[in-house]
């Protein structure tokens, strides 16, 4: 098993749809980290989170320590934001990140 | 630009032949990382820095060397290249504390290797 889960693996949502992408750890961790990549391109951090929720534009993330998982949610989603989302468990002594296998993200018009 | 460059961005080795991929970060970051990224699996660890002259193995180290004799670099070379080799590599870096709200985590643009 996977120290650091995603679900779903494939998402299709039509413009406009909020989205929700899941994601579950079983390691400690100090934070935990959103990360988009375009096709081809390179990896973007979204969000870095600890506690609570945070929000930028048309993206939310919220974390529960206790139980261990996070959600990234889209809201009025739109085709650019297609894409992979992966989530990264942050072990904070040493920097290193765990991470997921990705959501792959097809928002159509 | 502020960020974390990475060269070159693509390559094709025959098996055997050994290479370095740059990376380099003007962000005064401490700590820097090699990830490989291949289909299914995720990014996955290889070697690690917290700091100049200090590098630690990650995950998956086999076949491959670093160094860090600066703050700004951290090369990453592979010694004898295999096909099981054939990746997309990418290196980050980021502050070893948290500052300003974050740990500035930052990504280079990735270097995708094609071992033959």
């Known amino acids: 098993k996977n120290e650091v889960e995603q679900s779903p693996q494939n998402l299709t949502a039509q413009e406009g749809e909020f989205i929700t992408i899941n994601c579950s750890y079983s390691?400690?961790?100090?934070?935990l980290h959103w990360l988009q990549q375009h096709p081809g391109g390179g990896i973007v951090s979204l969000f870095m989170l600890s506690s609570g929720k945070k929000k930028h534009g048309r993206l939310i993330a919220t974390i529960n320590i206790q139980e261990k998982h996070s959600s990234l949610h889209i809201t009025a989603s739109h085709p650019r934001d297609s894409a992979v989302y992966i989530c990264?468990?942050?072990?904070?002594?040493?920097?290193?990140?765990?991470f997921g296998t990705g959501t792959l993200l097809a928002v159509q018009p | 630009n502020a960020g974390v460059t990475q060269t070159p961005k693509f390559q094709v080795l025959k098996t055997g032949q050994s290479m370095t991929l740059q990376c380099a970060q003007d962000?005064?970051?401490?700590?820097m990382s090699w990830y490989r990224q291949d289909p299914g699996m995720g990014l996955r660890l290889i070697h690690y820095?917290?700091?100049?002259?200090?590098?630690d193995q990650g995950e998956v180290p086999n076949g491959y060397n670093v160094s860090r004799s600066t703050t700004e670099d951290f090369p990453l070379r592979l010694l004898s290249a295999a096909p099981s080799q054939t990746s997309v590599y990418f290196c980050?870096?980021?502050?070893?504390?948290?500052?300003?709200?974050?740990?500035?985590?930052?990504f280079g643009s990735g270097t995708r290797l094609t071992v033959v």
């Open positions: 990264a468990a942050f072990g904070g002594a040493t920097n290193k990140l765990i």
């Open positions: 820095s917290v700091g100049a002259g200090i590098t």
């Open positions: 980050a870096s980021s502050y070893s504390g948290y500052r300003g709200g974050n740990y500035g985590y930052t």
């Open positions: 962000m005064n970051h401490e700590y």
């Open positions: 390691v400690g961790i100090s934070a």
